[in-house]
């Protein structure tokens, strides 16, 4: 079985897999997760249903050619911070390659909601 690439050392079929197909996020952190894998797939149609629809972009695309895409390489999570009943914030690393170029550390500290039992993508906040 393959591993799934949110980094948590399960299987893909075991972790996010359910999330891609619909099941509901336990906690931010999963979604985030779920959200990293999704990238890593290209899974632009989950991308925009866990995106909060305040904030969501109208389109996401993968048609770049292959060589311009980033190839996702590893997520480390830092910190995952309840902040109220219905929010968290998570902060993470990610690291991603474009074409033969140098491995790019990407840090974000991101916001996210739940509505009617299920956690959404807000924002990311500027540290």
Do not use: N
């Not at 893909?12 to 797939?41: I, Q």
């Not at 968290?88 to 170029?101: D, N, P, Q, S």
């Amino acid at each position: 079985m393959a591993a799934c690439p949110c980094g948590r050392g399960g299987a893909y079929a075991d972790c996010c897999a359910p999330l891609h197909a619909g099941a509901p996020a336990t906690d931010a952190e999963a979604l985030m997760r779920s959200r990293y894998s999704a990238y890593v797939r290209e899974d632009a149609d989950y991308l925009l249903g866990s995106w909060h629809p305040s904030t969501r972009p109208d389109a996401l695309s993968f048609d770049a050619p292959k060589s311009q895409r980033p190839v996702w390489l590893k997520l480390d999570v830092l910190r995952h911070l309840v902040t109220g009943a219905d929010s968290a914030e998570v902060e993470f690393v990610a690291r991603y390659r474009i074409g033969g170029g140098s491995v790019v550390r990407m840090r974000e500290h991101s916001r996210f909601v739940r509505e009617d039992g299920h956690w959404f993508y807000l924002d990311a906040v500027q540290d």
